[in-house]
Structure formats: C-alpha cells, structure tokens
C-alpha cells in the first residue's frame, strides 16, 4: 500500500526471509516492537520485486538495496554489471523459463537506462 504495508504469501524463502529481515531490522530501530508495523516504514518498504522459475526472485527496496536469488547466467551479468560501475535499476523474470530483461544505468546514481535480455 501507499504507507509501504506489504503481505506476502508462498514467495520462496530467501525472498521470505529478506523481508522478515527487513522487517526486523525497522522494528529494532523502534522502541516497540511491532513486526506488523515494521515494514510499512518507508525504507524498508519493497518497490519491485520479480519472481521466476525455480525458486529465482530479485527485490528492490525504496532504500536502494536489493536481494536476489537468480539463474547462474543472469547474477553472472548483474555481478559484472555493478563491478563496471552500472546500476541495476530491475530485472524481469520469465515464470515459465530462464529468460530475462536486466535493466541498468550506465553509471550508479543514473536514470539513463539500458536494457539487456537473456536467455537459457
């Protein structure tokens, strides 16, 4: 929602367990301690997230930091991606295959965006 409440159901694990960390992480910096509350803080708060095939998902959070769980190929590119500098802005995962679009700017702190599709 608006105030950065999300739910989520049969979402595989790592993508579970990142946002109970996050989650946690903004209830720790409260003085009560209130899960459900947690996550509607606004920098915890996810704003793209995509799940594919496997058990494969990437998140972003409105703080910039992502999560992910991707097929060997595709974290192989993003990997490279961020060491040249590029800023990974989402990745789209295909449910049914391997396929992907990656979407980055040339530089870190860019809006100018690029995009590169993959396959297996």
């Known amino acids: 929602g608006k ?14 367990d ?5 989650e946690l992480a903004a209830a720790a910096l409260g003085s009560d301690y209130d899960v459900a509350a947690a ?11 995509s799940l594919g095939i496997g058990g494969t998902y ?4 409105l703080d910039g930091r992502v999560d992910y769980s991707l097929p060997n190929f595709v974290a192989d590119v993003f990997d490279k991606f961020e060491a040249d ?9 295909h449910v049914d295959t ?10 870190k702190g860019s809006d100018d965006g ?3 599709g993959g396959g297996g």
């Open 3 to 16: 105030d950065g409440a999300v739910r989520w159901k049969n979402v595989p694990q790592g993508l579970h």
């Open 58 to 61: 990437f998140v972003r959070f």
């Open 85 to 93: 500098g590029k800023s990974i802005r989402d990745v789209a995962l």
């Open 114 to 116: 690029e995009i590169e």
């Open 18 to 22: 990142a946002l109970v960390e996050r």
């Open 98 to 107: 391997y396929d992907c679009l990656i979407r980055y700017s040339r530089e």
């Open 39 to 49: 996550i509607r803080g606004p920098a915890s708060a996810p704003c793209e997230v």
